[in-house]
């Protein structure tokens, strides 16, 4: 198996010792363009942004990349389920690590390189101090499988979606930082049943327009947006499989601790249309950001009030902060 340490003294659990710097907090994804709420695919062409920007390269990789490495490894311990790959999506696997590795080879020479002969690869990995020879294709060459080789070493969660019978299939990913939802109960779902649960959106025809829009995804042309929703602490990992240990932090919620408790937390997904296997992947990265750390920026604060207090009640309920709603409202109100 890879050796990445799982972090004793965890970030994003028990101490919770995650911190923004500055920095962090300016270039933190807002997603709200508007003073009220409008419910909107909002999706648009990945392409790179502003030096500094999360949008600079095709992967941000940022000041939590140890700490999100750590966790990931954290939460792979615990539940090896939690990466999970179909038999028919190999080569899409093979695909994510190509893009990935060639990616931030070539946005930070510093820290990642990669070296190719044909199908001889030497990657390096500075920050982590991991090193691999191997031939690309060769299972055995690796000491876990593609996905969950490469998978630990990028930020964010990342699944495969293969594209057939007019439809997109979650057969395969590497998922451990998802805001509420279950890899194992996704799996083998298509586009329409993963997306079940989400309220208002299907009678909208918003999910019919969004799977036209990425079936059509080319390579080279990938595309994103910006989803967000609220998690108390600092938490990466809210998935069902552990409600017991984040469930119970929404009931410590106050009109006080509201700003230090509540985190917005901002998925940028991307999608990348893979070469070799024409599979889909998306990549979710979670920005977390204190409201307090958020209410720095006072345009920021009264744009995120506005939206809260025109969201729809089912909305509220779907994305989980229903019980500290009044609070985190009183808090921004002051």
Same mark, same amino acid.
């Given at each position: 198996m890879l050796t990445v340490e799982p972090n004793t003294d965890a970030v994003y659990r028990d101490a919770f010792r995650f911190r923004n710097s500055d920095e962090a907090i300016r270039r933190f994804p807002f997603p709200f363009q508007e003073d009220q709420y409008r419910y909107a695919v909002n999706l648009e062409p990945h392409q790179r942004g502003a030096p500094g920007s999360v949008y600079e390269f095709d992967f941000d990789v940022d000041e939590h990349y140890e700490s999100e490495c750590a966790e990931r490894a954290i939460v792979l311990a615990r539940d090896p389920g939690r990466c999970l790959v179909m038999p028919h999506m190999r080569d899409a696997e093979w695909d994510t690590l190509a893009l990935l590795m060639t990616s931030m080879a070539r946005d930070y020479p510093a820290d990642f390189a990669l070296h190719r002969q044909g199908r001889h690869w030497h990657w390096v990995n500075q920050w982590l101090g991991i090193e691999q020879r191997f031939r690309f294709g060769e299972d055995d060459d690796l000491p876990e499988s593609p996905l969950r080789? $490469? /998978? *630990?070493?990028?930020?964010?969660? &990342? %699944?495969?979606?293969?594209? *057939?019978?007019?439809? @997109?299939?979650?057969? /395969?990913?590497? $998922?451990?930082?998802?805001?509420?939802? =279950?890899?194992? &109960?996704?799996?083998?779902?298509?586009? &329409? #049943?993963?997306? /079940?649960? %989400?309220?208002?959106?299907?009678?909208?025809? $918003? &999910?019919? *327009?969004? @799977?036209?829009?990425?079936? !059509? $995804?080319?390579?080279?042309?990938?595309?994103?947006?910006? !989803?967000?929703?609220?998690? %108390?602490?600092?938490?990466?990992?809210? +998935?069902? #499989?552990?409600?017991?240990?984040?469930?119970?932090?929404? +009931?410590? %919620?106050? =009109? #006080?601790?509201?700003g230090r408790l509540v985190h917005l937390r901002v998925e940028l997904q991307t999608f990348w249309r893979l070469p070799r296997s024409n599979a889909l992947l998306f990549p979710i990265r979670c920005y977390l950001c204190s409201i307090e750390d958020l209410a720095t920026d006072p345009d920021r604060a009264r744009r995120l009030l506005g939206v809260l207090r025109t969201l729809p009640g089912p909305l509220v309920e779907y994305k989980g902060f229903a019980g500290y709603y009044p609070q985190l409202i009183e808090w921004l109100e002051r």
């Open positions: 080789y $490469v /998978g *630990r070493q990028a930020q964010g969660d &990342f %699944v495969l979606l293969d594209q *057939r019978e007019g439809n @997109l299939w979650a057969d /395969g990913g590497l $998922v451990t930082c998802q805001a509420d939802w =279950s890899l194992a &109960f996704d799996a083998g779902m298509n586009f &329409f #049943e993963w997306h /079940g649960p %989400v309220p208002m959106a299907h009678q909208m025809g $918003v &999910f019919d *327009r969004a @799977l036209k829009f990425l079936m !059509n $995804v080319r390579q080279g042309q990938p595309s994103r947006r910006l !989803n967000w929703t609220l998690t %108390v602490r600092p938490r990466l990992d809210t +998935a069902p #499989e552990t409600y017991d240990e984040w469930g119970p932090d929404r +009931a410590t %919620v106050t =009109s #006080e601790n509201a």
